[in-house]
């Protein structure tokens, strides 16, 4: 997976062009299927756009730039090309599915529309919630019957294996003492992904502690609170409704959201 040609797109901008125009047409595809998930849906588009040059050796493989608020420019689902061999094809799908639809552009666009909302609340972040909701995006098209390509789904459970990796190695860095070449190492023996990927990630634990894990902590818990509502309400259960009660408030505290769901039980009961 690391080396096999298919799997990966040349190093030029021809190929570049390719990778962007594919993430788009996985983001609209999956659009097209957002009624059976969603009641709300946000107001504001979304762009696939590569990451500017100046900047593309220091950021991130993926990340995702909120619309502005008055209308005058889209969310952005940036894609770091810099260099191809992080941006393995099998792993396009859960990484668009993340960053764009249903991922960080549902629930950032639909926070900053909400009404009635002082702005720190429609602004505001918490990463266990925001990124939980990311990983977790990344999952509930396989629910629906996409990753039907095996790589693909390969690419999904490998990207969940990598959040996984990171509960292990940030806890590694600060409290086992692990070193950033060890820490290094884990990743590359327990991951596809190019070592330019754990290099990174790692200079990333070592300056922000704790907020890698906390992906992988959040969508562990928005996977429970889903399966108790399921659990309690039965038949009366309908996944749009318990997105819509998740994503309804914007970015708040795990404990918060347990709250919501448990007046969502109420409510429907």
């Known amino acids: 997976m690391r080396s096999d040609p298919q799997f990966y797109f040349a190093d030029n901008d021809d190929d570049r062009q390719q990778y962007l125009r594919e993430a788009n047409d996985l983001i609209m595809d999956m659009k097209s299927r957002l009624d ?3 009641i709300t849906k946000p107001k504001a588009d979304l762009i696939v756009k590569r990451v500017e040059t100046f900047r593309e050796r220091t950021a991130g493989k993926a990340f995702y730039q909120r619309p502005a608020p008055d209308g005058s420019r889209p969310g952005t689902y940036y894609a770091n090309l810099f260099k191809m061999e992080a941006m393995p094809s099998y792993q396009m799908a859960a990484l668009a599915y993340h960053e764009g639809i249903p991922g960080h552009h549902m629930q950032n666009a639909i926070q900053q529309e909400l009404t009635g909302l002082p702005k720190f609340r429609k602004y505001g972040n918490f990463t266990a919630y925001s990124e939980g909701w990311g990983l977790y995006s990344e999952m509930i098209p396989k629910e629906i019957g ?3 390509d095996p790589y693909a789904d390969f690419g999904r459970l490998a990207m969940e294996l990598w959040r ?5 190695v940030d ?3 600060h409290e086992k003492k692990w070193t950033r070449e060890q820490s290094i190492a884990f990743y590359v023996d327990n ?3 190019a070592r330019s990927d754990a290099v990174k990630m790692v200079e990333r ?8 894990t906390a992906y992988k902590i959040g969508m562990l818990k928005i996977i429970e609170l889903r399966e108790k509502a399921r659990a309690a309400l039965g038949t009366k259960f309908d996944i749009r409704e318990y997105h819509d009660v998740v ?3 914007g970015q708040v505290p795990m404990s918060v959201l347990a ?5 969502y039980i109420k409510r429907k009961n």
């Open 36 to 38: 059976t998930l969603f």
């Open 146 to 148: 996409l990753y039907q």
């Open 164 to 168: 996984a990796v990171r509960l292990v």
């Open 171 to 173: 806890t590694g860095i």
């Open 191 to 193: 991951t596809p992904n």
């Open 205 to 212: 634990h070592i300056v922000n502690p704790s907020q890698a």
């Open 247 to 249: 994503l309804g408030n």
């Open 259 to 263: 709250d919501s769901i448990d007046s």
